[in-house]
Structure formats: C-alpha cells, structure tokens
C-alpha cells in the first residue's frame, strides 16, 4: 500500500496541466421508469429507492449480481425492488461493497445470512470490523456482525468468471477502501462516491479520503473506462466520460488553490473563508462544508506517516 507522502505526490503530478476554470457539468442523458429504475441493458439496472443510495443490479437465470445494498433500514424496499427486475427474483449470488459506509452496506447481514459473496477492497472489511466515531461531528458507526462482514476481499483487481472486472481506486477518493466494478459487454462501470452525479462529495478523511484523491480516483476511472463508459455514481444521474473529464478539471482547480493556501500555513476556516470554488457555485450548491473537509484531508495527508 503507498504511503500518504507517496499518494500526494501521485496526486500533485496527475494535477500538473490542469486548466483554471469553470466545466459545465454535463450530465449523461436517461430515462427511468414508473418505479424510479434506470434499464441500462437487458441485464442491468440502476435501483433507486427514495431515500437511498442508488443500488447496481445485473440479474440473470442464475443469480442476481448487486453492487451496493442501500442502508440496513431501506434494506427491505431495495431488495424488493430488486426481487421485481426481469430475472431478479433468483437468488443474490454476489454483493460488492463500494466502501464500508452504512449506506452501501446495510444488505450485508441480509445477504451473508442468505449466503451471499460479499466481494470489498480489504481496507473496507477493516473499517467494518471496528466502531468508527468522526471527530468533526461526533456520529458514530458500529462495526458489524461477522456474518455482514465482507467474505471475499482484495487488495488490487479481480475478475467474476462471468468476465465483470472490479478494482481498488487506491487513490482514497472517498475512504481508503473504494472500488470499481466494471461490466464490459454492458460498457457500464459502478463507482459508489468515488464519483459524485450531485452535489459536494462528502470527504471522509477519518477513513482515508482526501481532497488529492477525488482528483486521482476521477483520473483512474477515466483509466478504466472509455469515451462510451456509462458510469453509475451512488447518488445522481448516470455520468459520461465526459462528465468525469469535467469534474477532474473542477476538482483539479480546487485541489491547486487548498494546496497553495496550506503551503502558506492557512487552515481549514481560513479556507472556508477564501471561497476556492466561488466560480462553481451556482451549479454545485454551497461548497462550505466540502472545503472545510478538503482542507482537513491535506492536513491529514501531509501529516507524518505514524
């Protein structure tokens, strides 16, 4: 696993060239039915249930392939829904957890009772074999059962036999433990928060998620994905290549200024109070709490590596 100075240092170089703007933020167009279901292919589907997180589905005769589970109270209503695709009342065969966060994870007891595969990077079974309290609010996370723990881990990639391909996106865009899983014959790629449809990403710094990493995780989708990929984000619409191309010059821009403002000894108030990310307002909202977030993720990163 690379150090916090060596994920800087890949951050910082995949940044350089970046140009200072404003991207429109163009949004991949699609078309959801009466229950809120996006069809992406004959055999996949986005299932959004109000409320939760959105949940990747591949059903087939033989089983049903899930990537993420919505939270352990919206459980129930998202495998329901589930249950109601073409082919998806068989049996869940597999679970990927995107990251350990209980919005993913909340199907885990459900389905590793049921004997489910829960597939997850090793750093996300690590996070939910342990209580986790963040220090900027005070929310708490109980660590979960054996039985909801991730079964199957990884540290780099795999492959299903069914040919679906997952990673690490080892850059900690959002915790330390995000993961891709790519279907090839769909050209459809799930990235949990690694990438974010709407609104201000949510920097989990407790867990490994920083600022230098939002920017290296979008550039390691692009990586993966090509000029057609359809990538499902856990909240918002479908996004496009182009979308993520957007978003790393965004994030990219934001990246530069935190880290010019931190060279010069300012903290995450000070920050706040600059307004780096003034031009992209209008389009994303209030970016307060985010830079407030990104900021202490570079103090996080820069600190030594104890």
């Known amino acids: ?71 352990a109270a919206g459980s129930d209503a998202v495998l329901k829904a589930v249950s109601a695709l073409p082919n998806g009342s068989g049996k869940i065969q597999t679970l990927f957890n995107t990251h350990w966060h209980p919005e993913q994870t909340g199907s885990n007891e459900k389905l590793g009772t049921a004997g489910a595969t829960i597939i997850a990077q090793e750093n996300t079974r690590l996070w939910l074999q342990q209580n986790v309290a963040y220090p900027w609010n005070g929310q708490k996370f109980k660590k979960l059962p054996k039985i909801a723990q991730p079964n199957k881990t990884f540290y780099d990639n795999g492959t299903l036999p069914s040919g679906v391909r997952y990673g690490w996106i080892s850059d900690a865009a959002h915790t330390d433990g995000d993961l891709y899983v790519y279907f090839p014959q769909q050209n459809v790629m799930a990235v949990g928060d690694a990438a974010y449809g709407q609104g201000w990403p949510v920097v989990d710094w407790w867990t490994g998620g920083w600022i230098g990493g939002i920017v290296g995780g979008l550039q390691r989708i692009q990586s993966v994905a090509n000029r057609d990929t359809k990538i499902v984000p856990a909240r918002g619409p479908v996004l496009s290549f182009a979308d993520i191309t957007a978003q790393v010059d965004m994030y990219g821009t934001i990246y530069d200024r935190l880290n010019q403002m931190m060279n010069k000894g300012r903290g995450p108030s000070e920050a706040v109070e600059a307004k780096p990310a003034k031009e992209y307002e209008a389009k994303m909202g209030n970016p307060d709490e985010f830079i407030r977030r990104s900021a202490e993720s570079l103090w996080a990163y820069l600190s030594p590596d104890a």
């Open 1 to 71: 696993m690379q150090t916090r100075r060596q994920l800087l240092k890949n951050a910082m170089a995949g940044t350089a060239g970046l140009v200072l703007g404003a991207p429109a933020l163009r949004l991949a167009a699609q078309t959801a039915d009466a229950t809120g279901n996006v069809k992406l292919a004959d055999d996949l589907f986005i299932v959004r249930v109000p409320g939760e997180a959105s949940v990747l589905a591949q059903t087939s005769r033989d089983g049903v392939l899930l990537v993420d589970g919505g939270s």
